[in-house]
């Protein structure tokens, strides 16, 4: 299991498979799964997923741990921190247009 000291140096255009994701974020391939059912996460392919997923997995798994989450509310949270996100930079662009 991957511990959250190991680096991983990756680009946005890598990819990354679904046992990979799993080493990196210590969730397995069945939580993975689950998630990918639930819409908290898109595979870019059958069993692939983008590089930019292994943040997101190892973030899952610290909840998971911290938190004592289950899939479902796992799935929930972390479809609100993609919005709050996406919320975060639409405040960004709209406060750095020049008036």
Known sequence: ???????????????????????????????IRELVEYGALTPVGEVTFSA???????QAARLQRDLEL????????????ERIETLELEVRKLTSKPR
Not at 10 to 30: F, P, R
């Open 70 to 81: 289950e899939i479902p509310a796992l799935a929930l949270v972390l479809s609100f921190l």
């Open 52 to 58: 930019t997923c292994v943040a997101c997995v190892r």
């Open 1 to 31: 299991m991957a511990t959250e000291s190991e680096a991983f140096w990756l680009h946005a255009g890598a990819t990354v498979t679904i046992d990979e994701l799993s080493t990196a974020s210590g969730l397995t391939v069945m939580e």
